[in-house]
């Protein structure tokens, strides 16, 4: 049997939103239970107030919390790994990981409606840096703990729509496969034609869930039932179903050999609410 590990990453730094360590924990709850390792990384505490380190927030303690995964990763020497997070940040150290180890035979499918390739230079939370410093673009903290980044051609971003002018400028040069939310409804077969393509043997999987509309699937950042009306115009939301992120996810599954997934951005908020009330009534709440 294959060295599978299995990381709950309740990282909440990296998208400074503490509900996503919740969020983790109930995706960890929710997940079938398994024979492999399961191992929770240590994160930063919740009652820390981080503030902006050279262009990122936080970037001391993140760093701590992306040294943590990495010694666990390093402990059991995985084959395969799946990581229940968490904000994106937590796919850094498990596919940075799995590209030294597979090489030129591993590619990253990165389903999300946000291709996370921005730096400090232009927004401090780290969980939008990922995919760019797995490309070894970015601010050398983190483009350090990738030794064999992975090339352009062998990452393709599934769901995206609306990129930034940055984000868009990116990924025009670096020659980046995408694969629309439309093109997925009709069945687009660009992921195994893809990987056909790039001889890809084995494959990263990224999955944003805000890349799930919200108007179907409410446990994502733009479902916040207080947010502010309007808050989040301008912002690309998720336009997949979950039945057409499963489909985009299968057909992937059978064209390589998937040896990471990494599910993030886990948001339940009507159970956050939920805890949160329980914890003020009486024979409930804390003395």
């Not at 009652?47 to 666990?72: H, T, V, W």
Request: net charge negative; hydrophobic share 45%.
């Amino acid at each position: 049997m294959s060295n599978d590990l299995r990381l709950i990453f309740p990282l909440w730094l990296g998208g400074n939103l503490r509900e996503y360590h919740f969020g983790a924990q109930m995706l960890a709850w929710l997940a079938p239970e398994t024979i492999s390792p399961v191992e929770q990384v240590p994160v930063t505490p919740l009652d820390e107030q981080p503030g902006i380190e050279e262009g990122i927030l936080g970037r001391s303690k993140l760093m701590q919390d992306l040294d943590n995964a990495s010694a666990i990763i390093r402990k059991h020497q995985p084959e395969r790994i799946t990581v229940l997070g968490g904000d994106c940040l937590i796919d850094l150290e498990p596919f940075a990981w799995l590209c030294e180890r597979y090489g030129d035979g591993l590619g990253i499918l990165w389903i999300d409606t946000h291709p996370d390739v921005m730096t400090p230079a232009q927004y401090a939370n780290a969980h939008a840096h990922v995919l760019g410093a797995l490309m070894g673009n970015g601010d050398c903290d983190l483009t350090r703990r990738v030794p064999r980044p992975v090339p352009a051609s062998r990452v393709m971003i599934a769901g995206l729509h609306s990129p930034n002018a940055c984000e868009a400028d990116f990924i025009r040069t670096k020659g980046i496969r995408t694969v629309s939310p439309e093109a997925i409804r009709a069945g687009s077969q660009d992921i195994a034609n893809w990987i056909a393509a790039e001889k890809i043997t084995h494959l990263a999987i990224h999955f944003d869930l805000d890349v799930l509309d919200f108007h179907q699937f409410r446990a994502v950042m733009f479902a916040r039932p207080d947010d502010a009306p309007g808050k989040w115009d301008g912002v690309a939301k998720g336009k997949l179903t979950l039945a057409e992120a499963a489909a985009v996810i299968a057909q992937a599954d059978g064209a390589a050999d998937v040896v990471g997934l990494g599910i993030a951005e886990h948001l339940p908020w009507d159970a956050i609410n939920l805890k949160n009330l329980l914890a003020t009534l009486p024979l409930l709440r804390k003395a």
